[in-house]
Structure formats: C-alpha cells, structure tokens
C-alpha cells in the first residue's frame, strides 16, 4: 500500500514539473519569437496542469501554430510562410518567379522543380 502510495506521489509530482517546465518554456520561446500572445500561451498551458490527460495538449497546440510560419522578413520582421514570393507587410521581394510557370524558385537552384525548365 505504502508503495503503490509512493508511486502515485511520484508520477503527480513528475505531472507537476512537467506541467511547470511546459508553461515556462511556451512563454520564452513565444518571447524570443516576438509573439505579442506570449502570456496567453502560457495561461493556456497552465489549466492542463490540473488535468494530467490533457498535459501535452497545450504543447502541441503551440508547436503547430507558432511553427507555421517558418521564418521573418529581412526587412521588417513580419512573419511570413515558406510559400510567401513577397512580404505581405513592406512589400519586399523574397523570391523569384520561375518565366515559364510562375511558381517560387530558389535562387541557387538551375531547373524549376515545377516544369522542368532551366533556369
């Protein structure tokens, strides 16, 4: 009885960092990302806590919408997706545009992944 006690002490208390370490890490790395929300992420993570089922949800959520859009303009820092030929915010030109179909293209590349035509 006394084991199975000890058990279950450990396991709420591993929920508990686990629960912690999750809000803290949300908040710094939604403050590094310059994220306007970042205390909202982590009260959104905080409620999980209290019920261990739902602990990783919080942290999936985060990683799936904070992660869509992969990187920042050079120019003003705005977020903006892989697929983004133009900066929606300063206008500046990310990409080219491939002459035969018009798809994103990378600069180094020497045939368009699209139709085949060099470059």
Not at 3 to 15: E, G, R, S
Not at 26 to 44: H, N, P, Q, S, T
Not at 48 to 54: E, N
Not at 92 to 109: D, M, P, V, Y
Request: glycine share 4%; aromatic share 12%.
């Amino acid at each position: 009885m006394i084991i199975v006690t000890l058990l279950m002490c450990l396991l709420l208390f591993v929920c508990i960092c686990f629960g912690i370490g999750q809000v803290v890490w949300i908040y710094l790395d939604a403050k590094e990302r310059g994220d306007r929300l970042k205390v909202v992420w982590a009260l959104f993570a905080v409620f999980p806590i209290f019920m261990p089922y739902l602990l990783p949800l919080p942290l999936i959520v985060y990683l799936l919408i904070s992660r869509s859009y992969a990187s920042s303009c050079p120019t003003c820092n705005e977020k903006i997706r892989p697929d983004y030929v133009t900066c929606p915010r300063c206008g500046q030109h990310l990409k080219e545009k491939c002459l035969n179909c018009g798809r994103s293209i990378e600069k180094s590349w020497n045939y368009c992944p699209s139709c085949s035509k060099e470059l």
